[in-house]
Structures are given as structure tokens and as C-alpha cells.
């Protein structure tokens, strides 16, 4: 079974850091794109940054110049690194990812796999 699992959120003051990770594990046999999206209480789940197995990246304009989005592809994992924090960057962000695996001993199609979610609070 195939599973990300996401860490690092919490509360910080505005201004402030945080750092977040996502890890895929499971009969992986390749990972493609991977996403960190957010929704906020009351709003539609937004793309906050994506990167595929290149390297390529992209970012809501409202993050851009705040937000750094990385993988290690050893890894199969992915990371948010949150700088300049504000009030309104407050969520539960979601990792997301296009993967292959590897089930009953053959290769699956593109699968699309979600996280659990991580509360991020941005408050004084």
C-alpha cells in the first residue's frame, strides 16, 4: 500500500518559519509530481506549490518569494519551506503526489495519492 505522510506543521507568529515533509513510502516504483495544496477553514483547497521529478517548479502567486518547494528523490520525499509567515497562510496543507507502484508483482498505472493533512497556524 502506498501512503504519504506529511510532518512539521504547528503554530508560529507571524513572520516566523516552519518547515514541512512529506514522505512516500510503499512498493514505489517511481514518483512524478509532487504538490503541497492548503485549505483554509470555510475555503476550497488551493495548489500552493508543485515540483516534478526534475526539478521544475511552480507556486500560487501568493507565495511566491515566501515559499520553497524541494524533493529528495532517494527519498521520495518532498518539502515546504515557509518563510515570512502571515495570518492568512494559515491551513491544513496537503501533499499530493503522482506515483508509480509496483502491485501483485506488476507495474500500476499513474496513481494519485493524498496525505493526511497538517494544521499550520500563523498567529500572535
Known amino acids: 500500500q502506498v501512503q504519504l505522510v506529511e510532518s512539521g506543521g504547528g503554530l508560529v507568529q507571524p513572520g516566523g518559519s516552519l518547515r514541512l515533509s512529506c514522505a512516500a513510502s510503499g512498493s514505489i516504483a517511481s514518483v512524478n509530481t509532487m504538490r503541497w495544496y492548503r485549505q483554509a477553514p470555510g475555503e476550497q483547497r488551493e495548489l500552493v506549490a508543485a515540483?516534478?521529478?526534475?526539478?521544475?517548479?511552480n507556486y500560487a502567486d501568493s507565495v511566491k518569494g515566501r515559499f520553497a518547494i524541494s524533493r529528495d528523490n532517494a527519498k521520495n520525499t518532498v518539502y515546504l519551506q515557509m518563510n515570512s509567515l502571515k495570518p492568512e497562510d494559515t491551513a491544513v496543507y496537503y501533499c499530493?503526489?503522482?506515483?508509480?507502484?509496483?502491485?501483485?508483482?506488476?507495474?500500476?498505472?499513474?496513481?494519485?495519492?493524498w496525505g493526511q493533512g497538517t494544521l499550520v497556524t500563523v498567529s500572535s
Open positions: 499530493n503526489a503522482d506515483l508509480t507502484a509496483v502491485v501483485a508483482g506488476m507495474m500500476s498505472g499513474i496513481l494519485e495519492r
Open positions: 515540483i516534478t521529478s526534475g526539478g521544475s517548479t
